[in-house]
């Protein structure tokens, strides 16, 4: 599939996912819990602490569809500015700016209409103004050059067609010495083609995900230095079962191949100051 019509794909599909969720029918995508009727999917489910989300709208909490938790492990600073890669329904831009404050700004970034949507219905419903939602796309980010002192993102660069422009627009926005403090589903090792080629995982991000060796390389060939990746959960052949069943991929017969090697991980790099 071309690198367009794979970013209309997921364009289309995670615009399914906002109406969904914005009418109360729960979120999907991430872990595909959206082929598995009423299923909590391992992936997005448990990610926030309750009081860390007690006074957020309910629908930008229902509307999580990550894989971690990047403002509770990044390093947020009163009047900093904060940059969420695909910030679906604004969960972690309106974490975000509590940590800034008044004096700092979060913007969201998300190239679905249906997303900014909710996020912005949220932010009102939250009444947060240091707060700003653009469409735009990680591959083309709209904002100038070093104006960002960190960039969050909660299992979106899995989902981006071309991951290194996706890394040079965020170390070209980052300020030297900014910081790179991202959630995603990276890989250990070598994953069958199969899994590979769906696009269904692709949706679900899965098969998009990059090895974590190669992530590494690619943050380091985009500039970035300090990189390291630390895993968070780790899945097994039982988390992947009905999702890989769905995608029609026999989950027994890859087995071997796939247990352990999918991980939720946060991923850290710093623009060199
Ligand atoms: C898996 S959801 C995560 C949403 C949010 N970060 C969260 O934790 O709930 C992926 C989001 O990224 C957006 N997205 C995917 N690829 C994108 C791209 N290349 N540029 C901008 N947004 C993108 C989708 O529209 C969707 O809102």
Redesign the pocket.
Same mark, same amino acid.
Request: net charge negative.
């Given at each position: 599939m071309s690198e367009t019509n794979l @970013?209309d794909l997921? @364009?289309e599909r995670?615009?399914e %996912? /906002?109406r969904r969720a914005a009418t109360g029918g729960g979120?999907a995508?991430?872990g595909g819990a959206s082929a598995i009727a009423g299923a909590k999917d391992p992936i997005t489910s448990n990610l926030y602490g309750a009081n860390q989300t007690l006074d957020l709208p309910s629908a930008a909490v229902s /509307? #999580?569809?990550?894989?971690g938790n990047p403002t509770a492990l990044a390093e947020l600073h009163e009047g900093e500015t904060v940059l *969420?890669?695909? #910030?679906?329904?604004g969960? *972690?831009v309106l974490l975000s700016s509590r940590r800034v404050g008044p004096s700092g700004k979060v913007y969201g970034? *998300?190239?679905?209409d249906e997303?900014l949507a909710l996020a912005r219905e949220n932010q009102a419903v939250a009444r947060v103004t240091n707060v700003e939602f653009l469409k735009?796309?990680?591959?083309n980010i709209p904002l100038p050059d070093g104006t960002v002192d960190v960039i969050i993102?909660?299992?979106?660069v899995n989902? #981006? %067609?071309d991951k290194d422009r %996706?890394l040079s627009e965020a170390f070209r926005v980052l300020k030297p010495g900014g910081r790179f403090a991202v959630s995603d589903v990276v890989v250990r090792g070598a994953v069958p083609a199969e899994v590979r080629r769906s696009v269904e995982l692709w949706i679900g991000?899965l098969a998009g995900a990059l090895e974590e060796k190669e992530f590494e390389a690619k943050l380091r060939k985009a500039g970035f230095g300090d990189v390291s990746i630390t895993p968070t959960r780790v899945y097994t052949i039982e988390d992947a079962r009905d999702f890989l069943s769905a995608a029609g991929i026999d989950a027994d017969a890859i087995a071997p191949q796939v247990e352990g090697k999918f991980m939720s991980a946060f991923v850290r790099a710093k623009k060199p100051a």
């Open positions: @970013r997921v @364009r995670y615009g %996912a /906002a979120s995508c991430c /509307a #999580s569809l990550g894989c *969420d890669l695909g #910030s679906g329904g969960i *972690d970034l *998300d190239m679905t997303m735009g796309e990680l591959e993102s909660n299992c979106v989902l #981006s %067609a %996706a991000c």
